[in-house]
């Protein structure tokens, strides 16, 4: 795992009482000590293992993964953990992963109950598509800027 703290987190930028970001997550899944931090904990380990460079960060109160850009947030409520991409909408879901915020032009949701079966192979893919589009938007920038020259 790269570390945030060293990519994208100055010394100034350290998040509460001094902890990096995947401190804070850490924190986050120990203190839901119910369903909710074990299932947290297991999608923070599937998005790890679809793409090792993934950069956890900490923004709004809520766990942040990025690479190239946001890929998902990671928040918790009573009855379910949710994952929110940022550019969901412009993803592809052939295994109809996304179950939430599916009205919106942007962003698309999945929301996990207690009992929810996580397609693991599904899911990695998202992520990885996630960081595909992330890329393509960094490179078509790149090039734009390039032309203006």
């Not at 350290?14 to 995947?22: A, I, K």
């Not at 850009?69 to 991409?85: D, N, P, R, S």
């Amino acid at each position: 795992m790269r570390s945030s703290l060293a990519l994208t987190w100055g010394m100034e930028n350290l998040g509460l009482n001094g902890q990096t970001p995947s401190q804070l997550i850490d924190s986050r899944i120990a203190a839901l000590t119910d369903w909710r931090g074990a299932k947290l904990a297991h999608l923070r380990a599937l998005i790890h293992q679809a793409d090792p460079d993934v950069l956890e960060e900490w923004k709004w109160g809520i766990p942040v993964w990025s690479h190239d850009g946001l890929i998902c947030t990671g928040e918790t409520y009573k009855a379910a953990v949710k994952l929110t991409f940022a550019k969901g909408a412009a993803l592809p879901d052939p295994s109809k992963i996304f179950n939430s915020s599916l009205a919106g032009n942007v962003r698309r949701a999945i929301d996990f109950s207690e009992n929810a079966v996580i397609d693991e192979d599904a899911f990695k893919a998202l992520i990885l598509s996630a960081v595909a589009l992330n890329q393509s938007t960094v490179r078509a920038a790149k090039e734009k800027r390039k032309t203006k020259k």
